[in-house]
């Protein structure tokens, strides 16, 4: 063989691992491999954002090069250009936080504000520790701007999930999964919460389980200036809930999941919420639907919900992210598991709708998409998958370029 024929054989077996045409006319590109054994991270389980330098900016929940967290690490924030180049920010090490699990939020600062689900100096929190809210700049510099459940019983909530949203007045709002004075679950049932810049804390609302519990993702900030999120559980069926919240803290409870035969309109709502360009909430839901898999549905500022597609499996199974509007008006997201491999899907929603799988996983690309879109140039979606890829099965950082219809 020659040396040309050698080169062209290499290149082609190079292309195969790094770029995947589907038959959907979709490409998949892999930029990045995580690979723990370089500090690096793994589990990259949050949705990317881009940050106003033009580079992506994330979190994983695991890894780094902290060693205070047995051999799993104690999770990363790092940065990765639109050509692949990923830097480590910063390391988690316990004091600071234990595993981020949720996307970053830039401020009107520019610098990054986030949440860890664990760390902190307190371990109130029925014998763990309760997590962060912290600040980190574009160069890496971490602040942490509260430690929760310094109080017994943990008043002001414990283990946030959600992502931050930053309002017109600055604050930052978000969720924890336990916590609060509600009495009615034995860990809390979870809070809602604004916090300054420079780090002071207000509780607006605590769960009680009839208007939901353990909220796990970020509120959104509708139009009307209200607040709306979802809860894991709780609401009429324990099965979860959507609500609203004003600034000032009254929540209005707009629907409980499962109030339809066999949980047809879903269960278990993990996501956040998106407000589309029509005015209407989309959300997603883990499981439920008609299958059993999850489902993506539309809901009124009223509470009025229509179930807009029911996974079966083939197309996708269990939603842990939520939904991204596209410039086109189409709606994208990730399953974590199902489609063509049972690995994950990407795929596309209309408002009305139309759906469509984009791409599903088969490993070497990446399994298990736990986290959401978003897009950079173009028709160009970047994401993330939590397991898999090259060598250590970290997971893996793409982008996916949508063919022109």
Request: net charge neutral.
């Amino acid at each position: 063989m020659n040396k040309t024929a050698l080169l062209r054989i290499l290149f082609i077996s190079l292309l195969c691992n790094v770029t995947a045409i589907d038959s959907w006319g979709q490409t998949l590109t892999t930029l990045h491999y995580f690979d723990r054994s370089h500090g690096e991270g793994r589990d990259s389980n949050a949705a990317l954002i881009k940050g106003t330098d033009g580079n992506f900016y994330g979190t994983t929940e695991y890894g780094g090069a902290s060693h205070n967290c047995l051999d799993v690490g104690c999770g990363t924030v790092f940065k990765i250009s639109r050509k692949g180049t990923l830097t480590i920010l910063h390391s988690f090490s316990g004091p600071d936080g234990l595993y981020p699990y949720a996307s970053l939020v830039q401020g009107k600062d520019r610098n990054f504000y986030g949440t860890t689900f664990g760390g902190g100096p307190y371990n109130n929190c029925f014998g763990v520790t309760c997590g962060t809210v912290f600040k980190i700049t574009p160069a890496g510099k971490l602040t942490t701007l509260h430690n929760f459940c310094k109080r017994s019983g943990c008043p002001d909530g414990f283990q946030p999930l959600g992502a931050l949203v930053q309002a017109g007045d600055g604050s930052l709002y978000g969720t924890t999964a336990g916590g609060g004075s509600g009495a009615s679950c034995n860990l809390g049932c979870g809070t809602i919460f604004k916090i300054t810049p420079a780090g002071a804390l207000t509780v607006l609302h605590s769960f009680d389980n009839d208007d939901g519990a353990n909220p796990s993702a970020a509120l959104v900030l509708a139009h009307d200036r209200n607040f709306y999120g979802t809860t894991e559980y709780g609401g009429a069926n324990n099965a979860g809930t959507v609500f609203k919240i004003s600034a000032k803290g009254a929540l209005t409870t707009l629907y409980s999941f499962c109030s339809q035969s066999d949980c047809s309109d879903g269960y278990l709502p993990l996501a956040a919420l998106l407000q589309a360009k029509n005015g209407y909430l989309y959300g997603t839901t883990l499981i439920g639907g008609v299958s059993g898999d999850g489902t993506v549905f539309k809901i009124s500022s009223r509470g009025v919900l229509t179930t807009l597609h029911s996974f079966d499996y083939n197309d996708g199974a269990a939603l842990y992210a939520g939904l991204l509007q596209s410039r086109d008006g189409g709606l994208y997201g990730t399953t974590q598991a199902g489609g063509a491999q049972g690995d994950g899907t990407l795929f596309k929603i209309s408002p009305a709708g139309t759906f469509t799988t984009l791409h599903s996983f088969q490993g070497t690309d990446g399994i298990y998409p736990f986290g959401g879109l978003v897009q950079g140039a173009g028709r160009n979606f970047y994401g993330t998958t939590g397991y898999g890829g090259g060598q250590g099965s970290d997971g893996t950082v793409f982008r996916l370029t949508v063919a022109r219809k």
